[in-house]
């Protein structure tokens, strides 16, 4: 079979050696017996799971003592309802929320943001990272919500070493669903992360939540409580029966990022990797890449051919030679590789040779 | 090792022949080159593993063409909110919501439900079902909330057939999470039907919903998007990323239940286990299971010992056999077996066989 180099944006490629572990422990679990899958989430056997993927997490993000991590369900996209719905019980009716607009995934949280709350769009901008200098804010604002990588569009957010400098007038809350783990951050920085696991964590069906403990308890009368952070935080997430399988190839993602150097091994990696895509796509005008420099996704590379009545011979092309997944999204159209932790950087190269091929150099 | 029964509550066994078929395609699905966990929800190979799970269920459970099937996450408790922020976008504001209350399940929902509408109990006990003459229903209630099969209390229904007798006056809502697919009901006598899928359906992360399609479109504005029923259905339970890799395994525990005989077959056996477990209980006085005998559980058997002074050494001798999680849910304490599809008789035995030598009988 040929080598196969998944490049799907999400749910996407996991560390074969998570993988080859999960397929040994499926029928029985550090000789307990049962599978994962079959154990009571308040049993020894899985809380030890739970607590060493809570901790690894906690170390590779070097998260505070002052935030709790949660593991929920629902998705990135839930939070675009949850965040408002947990963090405006206590501000006054049409309370603001500042959003900085960079693509499909801003847009997403705007739209259902404004089912609770005012929104103000404080900077926009689909090809860059607008600068703080021009942000328009709300004074008095709720919070200033970020996606700090837009899977879609591919712009992520990239100075103060990756993060936006801390303010003690704004409350940040980022979506970093598709570069967590990536690059080193500060999450003092933030009021709240929040992360759907599918892209850089694990499988899908596990939604990663960092949130600052004085944030606890705001909720609106209207949130449902198996969504309620202060009752998932005070419930070490286990108010609702959590997913616990896909909580345990977490912490085998985890283990894995550990082994590996951790979180700065993680962001060197994901430099080389993308300085080798996106000089391959600079090098003439055959493909297109949109995005400012500055602001172009180490994670997320869309991309365009100059000739578009060719991207279904590219596709094929690719297939032919297991590269997968390459088609972009539907929305903006044209190709996009994703390229996270997991994909080592000989699928990086082999992507490239393809390029150069199919572009006759 | 002895062998293994594991009778637990939820996440719970799981039929072997599907773990260990989980396990050989756990790097590989079907020559694709890539895990379950890996595929984008929206391609080719996760579609088809979706569209066979779906199809399967409605094939198990003889769902109407006019009903919808959700794949959804949050687990049953979620829906406690998730039903009324669905149902009730078109009732007056102060709309009613009656209850049958039978135990901690449904204790739960009341309270949820609270938040949303006013609430009814139209009938209580928790160690029979209240006969349907006895329900004090309010008229023009928006629907009846009743959980079928009561996880901790073993309060499960049992007239006509395993369902209530259908009322047109009625809209009834069914929280089925722990019996689901393990008797024969009729869907069309139900509006909602939800099940987390931790029980007989699949990994914890999973919640299966089955509704009339002339419900959906009824949201409040207040619910999240990513769990709005219609948005939800016209997606194909794909407006948000789905839990995949939960859906896979649901899916290959559809195929066993079909393999070995569906639904009749499950309610077969389930009666067999559950006589055989139950006829141990009531022996003598050793051992006292409090529920009225026409609505014993099939699934989840509560039971105490008469003298609780022995719980922990009847606990450590099971475990000692190999007879795991039997302890009983905290709230009441004593002991449960739960006997999902998944346990085979010779589980119920081989405790059946405990039971009697710790009775000394």
Not at 28 to 35: L, Q, V
Not at 150 to 179: C, K, N
Not at 266 to 271: D, V
Request: hydrophobic residues 45%; aromatic residues 10%.
């Amino acid at each position: 079979m040929t080598h196969i180099y998944n490049f799907s944006a999400g749910p996407a490629v996991l560390p074969k050696e998570v993988l080859t572990q999960a397929a040994a422990e499926m029928l029985d679990w550090h000789g307990s017996g049962m599978s994962v899958m079959e154990m009571s989430h308040r049993g020894p056997e899985f809380m030890s799971i739970y607590k060493a993927a809570e901790r690894d997490l906690r170390e590779l993000l070097a998260v505070p003592d002052n935030y709790k991590i949660l593991f929920m369900q629902g998705g990135g996209l839930s939070q675009n309802a949850l965040v408002p719905l947990n963090l405006l019980g206590h501000k006054p009716a049409g309370a603001t929320i500042d959003f900085i607009y960079t693509g499909s995934w801003s847009a997403k949280s705007i739209k259902e943001a404004g089912k609770y709350a005012n929104v103000n769009i404080a900077a926009s901008s689909t090809t860059s990272v607008p600068p703080q200098s021009e942000w328009r804010l709300t004074p008095g604002a709720a919070y200033l919500h970020m996606c700090t990588n837009e899977t879609i569009d591919g712009v992520e957010y990239d100075f103060d070493g990756g993060v936006p400098a801390a303010r003690q007038d704004v409350l940040f809350v980022a979506d970093m669903s598709s570069h967590i783990l990536s690059r080193v951050i500060d999450v003092s920085k933030y009021g709240v992360i929040f992360a759907g696991a599918q892209k850089n964590i694990g499988p899908a069906g596990v939604t990663i939540v960092i949130i600052r403990d004085d944030l606890l308890g705001q909720a609106l009368p209207a949130c449902p409580s198996a969504f309620d952070f202060k009752l998932v935080a005070d419930n070490e997430s286990m108010y609702n029966t959590p997913p616990t399988y896909g909580i345990y190839i977490a912490g085998l993602v985890f283990q894995w990022l550990k082994a590996q150097g951790g979180v700065a091994e993680m962001e060197r990696r994901a430099k080389a990797k993308a300085a080798l895509l996106y000089a391959a796509l600079d090098l003439d005008d055959f493909y297109q890449n949109r995005v400012a420099p500055a602001n172009r996704s180490r994670m997320n590379v869309p991309f365009y051919l100059k000739d578009e009545s060719r991207n279904e011979a590219f596709l094929a092309g690719a297939k032919a030679r297991g590269l997968l997944q390459l088609k972009g999204h539907k929305s903006v159209g044209g190709m996009r590789a994703s390229i996270y932790n997991a994909m080592p950087i000989e699928g990086v190269q082999a992507l490239v040779d393809y390029l150069n091929e199919f572009a006759g150099r």
